[in-house]
């Protein structure tokens, strides 16, 4: 790497972590005023860096944009994928990825599960919004007035003595995996099947879809089930770092947000 591009992308990782004067870059570089002036003035020109009254520097709204096409590029499927199969044979059971598009939860990939039991999903197909561990996280991660909206629009399809049947009992149960920070599908859509989900981000923080597991209870019980949880979780949290978000992130946002599982307002 030439010393050029080698100093000017140590400048933009220190302006990263905040504004610094010419003297502090000269500084940390350990070279003269004149030669980090230079490259501040080429990395202005383009826009990766600016400058302010008092003359810190900052970086520039061309790595905004830059950021926002990498972002932009990441194919969640494809990036999910890999560490989709990776949960599949490590639990054996049935594996989604669904995210929420044009108004309906749409399952985007799938791995059987390893016996012979098959579920009623399949990729490309709608999942019901009200008794699917993947609808209740997507939903739940939208912002309150557009979950009530939701709520009312809903057909209430009794697929199983299970399933919700009203609005009220949704957004209860939307409050209910806000506040734990995932969903469950409790014998809700299949008889004798249930389900963990949990949310996966993008590097801006925003829920961008959801990886489950479903298992017959011939398999494992309602708390065995549950046991499996860290390891959904930890999955979504993988494809998450992925699509570029940093768990430390979350955190910053859980003390100004309403929920940690909510999406942007």
């Known amino acids: 790497m030439s010393q050029s591009l080698s100093r000017a992308l140590t400048i933009l ?16 570089l350990d070279v003269h005023k004149t030669t980090v002036l230079r490259l501040l003035r080429t990395m202005e020109s383009d826009r990766f860096v600016q400058h302010d009254a008092d003359h810190r520097y900052q970086l520039g709204s061309r790595l905004f944009e830059l950021a926002n096409h990498a972002l932009e590029q990441r194919d969640i499927r494809s990036i999910a994928r890999p560490h989709l199969a990776e949960l599949n044979t490590i639990t054996g059971q049935t594996i989604h990825l669904a995210t929420y598009e044009a108004g309906e939860v749409i399952y985007i990939d799938k791995f059987d599960a390893k016996q012979s039991v098959r579920m009623y999903s399949r990729v490309g197909k709608p999942a019901p919004l009200h008794c699917t561990a993947v609808g209740k996280i997507l939903i739940a991660a939208r912002p309150q007035v557009e979950r009530e909206q939701i709520a009312q629009r809903i057909t209430y399809t009794p697929f199983t003595e299970r399933t919700i049947t009203t609005p009220e009992q949704y957004l209860r149960e939307l409050d209910l995996v806000l506040a734990q ?19 996966v981000r993008n590097g801006t923080g925003d829920v961008v879809a959801a990886v489950s597991m479903s ?35 979350l955190e910053d946002r859980t003390t100004t947000d309403e929920s940690p599982m909510e999406g942007k307002k």
């Open 13 to 28: 990782g220190l302006l990263g972590d905040g504004s610094r004067s010419l003297d502090e870059l000269a500084t940390v």
């Open 181 to 199: 920070g995932f969903a469950e599908d409790r014998e809700e859509h299949e008889s004798f099947v249930n389900c963990v989900a949990s949310a």
């Open 215 to 249: 298992v017959p209870d011939m398999l494992l019980d309602h708390e065995q089930v549950l046991e499996t949880l860290p390891a959904v979780q930890k999955t979504a949290a993988v494809i998450s770092e992925g699509l570029g978000w940093q768990p430390q992130e």
